[in-house]
């Protein structure tokens, strides 16, 4: 079988800084992670061909230094890795992304076979849409199924596969024609560590790169900003909390348990009144 | 097992390691670099400054693409007293060069580049990689490494231990012992934001111009330690170190040392406003030469601070770390073109080289200093800065006492804290550790 999964290189949102005094992100020095619902995505895939079989092939669009992304999947276990880098996809909203993707998607059948499967995260934690996965469906005529907990099943000769999707009240058993695109939910399993073979292997492999043209895209108007008809309206930062941590010091002699409550309560008259009502209780 | 022997393995990813694996990859060797952080100064930790001169001879035109912060062109040592400091400060246009001598970095960022400039000389560079064993023969010669990933065991002709100060992967391999708490300080640190503009102000500085001030006195409480404060463009990273043994006796911990540190009227106008974004603590090897542990043997060497290569007097580290790295792979070169094996008789080729450049001349002229240090470090570091404090407050302040009567006052001081023949102890001491 062939799997293609989609990834995203994203900022590391548990590192990100925004800047004190112009409120932009920065991204310099910034760490860059593969975006976390993707993992599930590709170690769904990789049991998958572990069990019966295949290749799975990873795909990416984004800057030069997506490499590192790509490289990283490698390193746990991926057959092969694509990355879709053109000046002319910057900007790409949801809809010029899911085009660059779907095309690319194509070129990859062309090349080694095409897909029984494409594997997306549910949604990115940069943009948070989940758009692009049913937008690569939509455009290559695939089944979809979003939510995906857990691939239950698969049968290459019916040419099907069964997932349990995670919905509103419970979880749906859905049994779907191949090929189909799944959005893989967070939590639903632990991506592997790879071994040093696949750590070797990850960090040697040539990183297949693609411009707009190798990846077969011809109408040009439909990438980059050019083919995205999203408009940001405002960018702002949410305004930090005023409240700072605070040293505390222990008095001379004090302990620090009673120099925190004293603290608390110089903070909290309320709560001080109140627990002294209810010790009177006692 | 993996079916593929190296040339090299370096174990660790700083800047010793970097320059070995640099160095090695450069001269045409299979290098195979590992790292237990997930990118090369993910987990390194350091002031920062860095020397010019030592990565020159590594990679020449660094100052084309390194991130480097700013350049320094004035150095401030403050002596401090409780609420006061005596400086000597120097400033020099002469540092405001084409080629400027120091700058400060920020290691997560240095790293990174160092990092791809290892990959581009043709290393095989394996981050989220921590090597947990050395893989010895019947000989005890190590032939390879164990990681902690499925059939990890990688074999190569030598490994270059740059494993960073605790040195674990050495004592569990029995090369050497694991260093004494006399021998390594504990530094914390953090990074105060500030607009680029208000720390220009604050530190007379403009540009790319950069400044640091060295600190030691009351403010580590009579440990032996030093604080520290370097502008970087956008943030001073501002920090304090003791030695490991003397936070062992009790008294202050790290984080309140650096509280302190911070309250202290001479350095709170400098970070005031600042928004604090990491905070970092990392051990310093500061045993000096006396503490270098043997630093090769069959298949193996050992640089930077794994090997306790670290000036403390001169706050030089990184520098020492990258030229022991670089001459450990020029060794290792020189025995791989001579087809000889990496025994320890050939390896030996690197101490030799190592104690024929500055990095054991410094260490070896400073041998006795960490010892007086911690022996005096009550004196050294709690008295006399009180006492010169004191006398300079004598010194300046105008109050209508007979200039003679100041200064018998301040002798007066100086004795009654230490004997005439302590103060001269000590100075003899001094004198004879600096020579």
């Known amino acids: 079988m062939h799997i293609v999964v989609c990834i995203k290189q994203v900022p590391d949102s548990a590192q990100i800084r925004v800047h004190p005094v112009t409120n932009t992100i920065m991204r310099q020095g910034v760490p860059t992670i593969i975006n976390p619902y993707d993992l599930f995505a590709l170690e769904e895939a990789m049991r998958l061909r572990d069990k019966f079989g295949g290749e799975v092939t990873v795909l990416t669009m984004g800057p030069p230094s997506a490499e590192d992304s790509l490289r990283k999947a490698l390193t746990f276990g991926a057959n092969r890795a694509v990355l879709l880098t053109d000046r002319f996809f910057a900007g790409s909203d949801t809809l010029a992304t899911s085009f660059a993707l779907a095309t690319a998607i194509k070129k990859i059948s062309d090349t080694w076979g095409a897909p029984d499967l494409v594997f997306t995260g549910k949604q990115t934690i940069d943009g948070d849409t989940a758009q692009v996965g049913p937008g690569i469906a939509k455009r290559l005529g ?3 199924i979003t939510y995906a907990a857990k ?3 698969y049968d290459a000769a019916e040419g099907s596969v069964t997932i349990e999707r995670r919905a509103e009240g419970g979880t749906q058993v859905l049994k779907s024609k191949l090929p189909c695109l799944v959005a893989m939910l967070e939590g639903t399993n632990e991506i592997r560590r790879g071994t040093m073979a696949d750590a070797l292997r990850g960090a040697r492999a040539e990183i297949i ?3 707009a043209k190798e990846a077969g ?3 040009l108007s439909k990438c980059g900003l050019k083919g995205s008809p999203t408009i940001v309206k405002r960018v702002f930062a949410p305004s930090p909390r005023a409240e700072k941590a605070k040293f505390i010091e222990i008095p001379e002699g004090g302990s620090l348990p009673d ?4 603290e608390i309560f110089t903070r909290q008259p309320a709560l001080e009144a109140d627990l002294t009502e209810l010790a009177r209780g006692f | 097992m993996i079916d593929e022997k190296f040339d090299a393995i370096v174990v660790g990813a700083g800047m010793a390691g970097n320059a070995a694996a640099y160095t090695l990859a450069k001269r045409g060797l299979k290098v195979l670099q590992l790292e237990r952080g997930e990118y090369s100064g993910s987990k390194n930790v350091q002031g920062a400054i860095l020397y010019a001169d030592m990565l020159e001879k590594i990679i020449p035109d660094f100052r084309e693409d390194a991130p480097l912060e700013r350049h320094l062109i004035e150095q401030r040592f403050w002596m401090m007293g409780d609420t006061s400091h005596v400086g000597l400060h120097y400033r020099s246009e002469d540092f405001n060069e084409e080629k400027p001598n120091r700058y400060t970095i920020i290691r997560a960022q240095f790293d990174k580049w160092f990092s791809s400039k290892v990959r581009e000389a043709g290393a095989l560079v394996v981050c989220e990689t921590t090597v947990t064993e050395l893989v010895q023969d019947a000989y005890g010669k190590v032939i390879g490494v164990k990681t902690d990933r499925g059939g990890g065991q990688i074999h190569a002709d030598v490994v270059v231990l740059a ?4 040195g674990l992967l050495g004592t569990r391999a029995g090369l050497r012992k694991i260093p004494k708490p006399t021998d390594v300080a504990l530094a914390v640190k953090e990074m105060h934001f500030l607009p680029q503009e208000v720390i220009e102000e604050r530190f007379n500085i403009k540009g790319d111009e950069g400044a640091v001030i060295e600190a030691a006195g009351t403010i580590s409480k009579g440990m032996t330690g030093m604080g520290f404060i370097y502008t970087n463009r956008e943030c001073i990273s501002l920090g304090i170190g003791c030695l490991v043994s003397d936070f062992q006796k009790g008294g202050e911990s790290p984080y309140t040392l650096l509280e302190k540190f911070k309250k202290h009227p001479s350095v709170a106008p400098l970070i005031e406003g600042s928004e604090v974004k990491e905070y970092a ?20 060497v050992v640089v930077g601070d794994a090997a306790q290569l670290n000036n403390a007097i001169h706050r030089e580290g990184s520098n020492l770390a990258m030229t022991s790295g670089r001459i450990a792979a020029e060794a290792i070169f020189q025995v791989k073109s001579r087809k000889d094996p990496m025994t ?4 030996s080729l690197y101490k030799k080289m190592l104690e024929d450049s500055f990095v054991m001349k410094d260490l070896k002229k400073y041998k006795d200093m960490p010892q007086l240090l911690h022996v005096q470090s009550q004196n050294f570091f709690l008295t006399y800065p009180q006492l010169v404090n004191k006398a300079m407050q004598n010194f300046v302040r105008v109050d209508g006492t007979p200039k003679k009567e100041k200064q018998k006052l301040t002798m007066k001081s100086f004795t009654s804290a230490r004997s005439w023949a302590g103060l001269f102890g000590d100075a003899f001491k001094l004198a004879r550790a600096w020579r």
């Not at chain 1, 120099?259 to 004293?262: N, Q, S, V």
């Not at chain 2, 494993?163 to 605790?166: D, F, P, Q, Y």
């Not at chain 2, 320890?344 to 390896?347: G, I, R, S």
């Open chain 1, 209 to 211: 790169k693609w411009n």
């Open chain 1, 217 to 219: 895209v011809e109408d």
């Open chain 1, 259 to 262: 120099a925190l409550i004293a």
């Open chain 2, 281 to 300: 603590a990392h051990l310093i090897p500061e045993g000096g030469y006396k503490a270098i542990p043997q630093l090769f043997g069959d298949g193996w």
């Open chain 1, 142 to 144: 695939l089944m979809q």
């Open chain 1, 151 to 153: 691939v239950t099943e």
């Open chain 2, 163 to 166: 494993e960073g100060v605790s």
């Open chain 2, 344 to 347: 320890a008789a050939n390896l």
